[in-house]
C-alpha cells in the first residue's frame, strides 16, 4: 500500500479512537451562547418548595376513601400498569427487540400526581379509576383511563391518559377544580425518579437506566445534558426534559443513551423541573440513596369557588428511534446524542453552536441506510448495499488514485537516482521530486484520494451503529447460542446478533485483516521495498483494533476492502491505469 494511504489510515483510526475517547464519552455537552427568550418563570429547585399561601387558609376536607386499585394497558408496544394512588406508572414494559422493563419499584419509575399546598403536606392523590383494563391494538387503536380523586382541601384532580396502541406517547390532561367556598391555589407535581448511583443489590436490573438528565430550552437548537448529579440547574424555559437511559451491558453502545422518559408541556401554566438531587430511603441494603426527578409542574393560580383549571402535556416512555421522535414535532429526536467536534469561538458565535454537530454527517448516512432496511429488512444487507453504492460513487476516484500510484511506480527508478544523486541534501532531493512529478502531472496524493473521501461515511457509521437504537440487537447472520466450551464467549450469541456490538468470535476482524492484507499486496510499491516490506505488519494492527468496534462497522470495512480488491483487478485486467504510466514514462 502507498505510504500515504497507510498514513490516511493511520489518521482515520487515530481520529476515530480520539472522538471515541473524548466525544461520544462525553458526559455533558458544553453551553450553548444565550439566546433571547421570553422570560416566563425559574424552575423550581426542588419538590419542596410551596406557592404563596391562599388569601384564606383552605380548611381540611376528609377525602373519601379510595381502595387502591390497578389498571392494566396493553399494546403492541408495551405493557403498562397504572396505580390509583397518584396514577403512578408502576409498571411500563417496552417490547422493542425484547421486554425492557423502564420501571423498578422504589428506585426507579413515576412519582404520580401530587398536590403541593401552602399548610399541607405533600402526598399522592387517591383515585377512582374509570376502568382497570385497556386492550388495544388493530380493532382498537386507542384508548383512555380517567382518573378522579379529592385532595382533602376541596380540591377535586381529573387525571386523563390516553394512549395508542401504535405509539410510545401518552398524551395527558389535568383538570383541577375547587369546590371549597375560599380562593386558593397549588402546585400540581408529575415527576420521573432515578438514583444518582445505581444500588449494588440491583445490579442485575434488565431495563435502562439513566444516564443523563436533557432538556430542550425554547427556541434553542442544541439540547442541555448533564449526568446524574447532585447539582442540577438547567436555565431558561424548558420545551421537554427528560431522562436519557441505556441497558448497562449494551455491548460497544457504551454511554450512548437508547431509551427515552420525557415530559412535554402543552399549555401555560406547565413548566420543566428538573429537581435537585434529595435524600430519600433506599429500597436495599445500601442505605440513603440520592435521587433525581425530572418532570412538570403545574402552577396553579388562585381559584374562585367552582372555577377550574385545565391544562395538557405527553410523555413519552420508549426506545430513541429517531423516526419516532422527530415525528412528534417537538424536537425529541435532540435527544439522540451523537457527539461533535469543536469549533473555533468564532464560528460558534456566528453559528449559536458550541461544537459542530455530528448529526448533521450521521443521519443523513442513517436515513440512506434506513432506506435500504425498508427494501430489505435486515440492516447487516443495508450495511453491504451501502458500501456498494458508495464504491460506484467513489469508483472515479478510485481508477484516478490507481492511475496515479502507476504513474509513481513507473517514475520510481528516476526518484531512485534522485535520493542517490543528492543523498546529502534531503530538501533537494523534495524539489526535485516535486519537479518530476509536476513534469509527469503525477498528484503524490492522488492514491489516498479513495481512503480520504470515504472518512466521513466511515465516521457517521460509527456514529450511527454506537448511538442508534433502531441498530441495537439489530441482526445479520444469527446461529444462536455459542458452544459451551468456548470459554472467550460465554454463551453469547454465534455469529452476528447484533450489529451495534462487537464481533466475539473474531470471525468478521480477521477477514478484515486478510483483506486488508491482500489489497496491500495487490496496491503498487513505491518508495524504499524494506519499507514496503514494514508496512505489512498494518493487517494485524488494523486487525486488533477492529476486535472491539460494532460489528457492522467491521461489515462495512471488509466489503469495501473486497470490493477495492474487485476493482483493482478489474483495472489490471483491463489496462487502464497502464495508459498514464506510460505517457509519463514518455514525457520523461
Request: with cysteine; hydrophobic share 45%.
Amino acid at each position: 500500500m502507498e505510504k500515504r494511504a497507510i498514513i490516511a489510515a493511520l489518521l482515520m483510526a487515530g481520529l476515530l479512537i480520539a472522538y471515541q475517547t473524548f466525544f461520544m464519552q462525553s458526559t455533558e455537552t458544553p453551553p450553548q451562547p444565550p439566546k433571547a427568550e421570553s422570560p416566563g418563570p425559574k424552575p423550581a429547585a426542588a419538590p419542596t418548595a410551596t406557592p404563596a399561601p391562599s388569601p384564606a387558609a383552605a380548611a381540611p376536607l376528609a377525602a373519601p376513601s379510595v381502595p387502591d386499585r390497578t389498571a392494566t394497558v396493553e399494546t403492541p408496544f408495551y405493557r403498562a400498569e397504572i396505580s390509583s394512588r397518584g396514577g403512578a406508572i408502576t409498571v411500563w414494559d417496552v417490547h422493542f427487540r425484547g421486554d425492557r422493563p423502564m420501571v423498578l419499584d422504589g428506585v426507579l419509575g413515576s412519582a404520580g400526581i401530587r398536590v403541593v399546598a401552602a399548610g399541607r403536606n405533600e402526598q399522592p392523590v387517591q383515585f377512582r379509576l374509570s376502568t382497570e383494563s385497556l386492550n388495544l391494538g388493530a380493532q382498537t387503536p386507542a384508548g383512555e383511563l380517567i382518573l378522579v380523586g379529592e385532595d382533602g382541601f376541596g380540591r377535586r384532580i381529573t387525571y386523563s391518559l390516553r394512549f395508542r396502541a401504535d405509539s410510545y406517547v401518552i398524551e395527558q390532561a389535568l383538570r383541577v377544580e375547587n369546590r371549597q367556598n375560599l380562593q386558593q391555589g397549588a402546585e400540581i407535581w408529575t415527576t420521573w425518579a432515578g438514583p444518582v448511583e445505581w444500588p449494588k443489590d440491583h445490579d442485575a436490573f434488565p431495563g435502562p437506566r439513566p444516564l443523563h438528565v436533557v432538556q430542550l430550552n425554547q427556541g434553542a437548537f442544541w439540547p442541555y445534558r448533564s449526568a446524574l448529579s447532585d447539582d442540577l440547574n438547567f436555565p431558561g424555559v424548558g420545551a421537554w426534559v427528560g431522562f436519557e437511559s441505556s441497558i448497562s451491558h449494551a455491548g460497544s453502545l457504551g454511554q450512548a443513551g437508547t431509551y427515552l422518559v420525557a415530559f412535554v408541556p402543552k399549555s401555560p401554566g406547565l413548566r420543566t423541573v428538573e429537581a435537585k438531587t434529595t435524600q430519600t430511603p433506599g429500597a436495599g441494603k445500601n442505605g440513603p440513596s440520592k435521587r433525581v426527578e425530572v418532570g412538570l409542574v403545574a402552577s396553579i393560580p388562585a381559584l374562585a369557588p367552582r372555577q377550574a383549571w385545565e391544562g395538557q402535556f405527553l410523555s413519552y416512555i420508549g426506545p430513541m428511534e429517531f423516526e419516532r421522535l422527530k415525528a412528534l414535532g417537538v424536537g425529541l429526536e435532540k435527544s439522540i446524542y451523537f457527539g461533535g467536534f469543536p469549533i473555533p469561538e468564532s464560528k460558534a458565535r456566528d453559528w449559536g453552536l458550541p461544537t459542530f454537530p455530528m448529526e448533521w454527517i450521521a443521519v443523513p448516512v442513517f436515513w440512506l441506510l434506513h432506506w435500504f432496511y425498508r427494501m430489505v429488512p435486515n440492516y447487516g444487507v443495508a450495511i453491504i448495499l451501502l458500501t456498494i453504492i458508495t464504491k460506484l460513487i467513489f469508483f472515479p476516484l478510485t481508477v484516478k488514485s490507481m492511475r496515479s500510484m502507476k504513474a509513481m511506480q513507473a517514475l520510481q527508478p528516476q526518484i531512485n537516482a534522485l535520493r542517490s544523486k543528492y543523498k546529502s541534501d534531503p530538501q533537494r532531493v523534495q524539489r526535485e521530486t516535486m519537479e518530476l512529478y509536476r513534469a509527469n502531472h503525477v498528484n503524490p496524493l492522488g492514491g489516498c484520494l479513495p481512503m480520504v473521501v470515504q472518512i466521513p461515511v466511515f465516521y457517521a457509521l460509527y456514529v450511527a451503529l454506537s448511538v442508534w437504537v433502531d441498530v441495537q440487537n439489530a441482526p445479520f447472520i444469527c446461529f444462536g447460542k455459542a458452544w459451551s466450551w468456548l470459554p472467550w464467549l460465554g454463551g453469547r450469541d454465534v455469529w452476528i446478533c447484533d450489529l451495534a456490538d462487537a464481533d466475539h468470535t473474531y470471525i468478521l476482524p480477521i477477514l478484515m485483516g486478510v483483506s486488508m492484507l491482500i489489497q496491500q499486496k495487490m496496491t503498487p510499491t513505491m518508495g524504499d521495498p524494506r519499507q514496503a516490506k514494514m508496512m505489512l505488519i498494518m493487517p494485524v494492527v488494523f486487525t486488533f483494533m477492529f476486535l472491539s468496534l460494532p460489528s457492522g462497522l467491521v461489515l462495512y470495512w471488509t466489503l469495501s476492502n473486497v470490493l477495492q480488491i474487485g476493482q483493482q483487478l478489474y483495472m489490471e485486467r483491463s489496462g487502464m491505469p497502464a495508459k498514464p504510466a506510460a505517457r509519463a514514462m514518455k514525457k520523461a
